[in-house]
């Protein structure tokens, strides 16, 4: 079973970058497509990014596209996300997941087969 944890959230201004890590258990790290998620308040939890078991494809929510960066070190077994030009509206826990069975990315959740806690990221305006 893969054990996901998430570290590097916090608090930052409007316009800062923050870099979120996500390390995992599992040997087989490599194999997984890993995604990105948030969760605001009172909202539903949403795809932010996505990467393929290589490296060499992501996807992207527009709302992020052109300030937020993934991406993976499997020597590491870590995938980041690098947040730049931070928004209020940015604030969110950000959860990491794994999709085991990856044949494409996705962006829905329920394709997601293991969750890490979280971590949360808080803009200030």
């Known amino acids: 079973q893969v054990q996901l944890v998430e570290s590097g959230g916090g608090l930052v201004q409007a316009g800062g970058s923050l870099r979120l890590s996500c390390a995992a258990s599992a040997r087989t790290f490599s194999q997984y497509a890993m995604g990105w998620f948030r969760q605001a308040p009172g909202k539903e939890r949403r795809f932010v990014s996505a990467?393929?078991?290589?490296?060499?494809?992501?996807l992207y929510a527009d709302s992020v596209k052109g300030r937020f960066t993934i991406s993976r070190d499997n020597a590491k077994n870590t995938v980041y996300l690098q947040m730049n030009s931070l928004k209020p509206e940015d604030t969110a826990v950000y959860y990491c997941?794994?999709?085991?069975?990856?044949?494409?990315?996705?962006?829905?959740?329920?394709?997601?087969?293991?969750w890490g806690q979280g971590t949360q990221v808080t803009v200030s305006s």
């Open positions: 990467i393929s078991w290589s490296g060499k494809s992501t």
């Open positions: 997941a794994a999709d085991l069975f990856a044949s494409r990315l996705e962006a829905t959740e329920y394709e997601y087969d293991t």
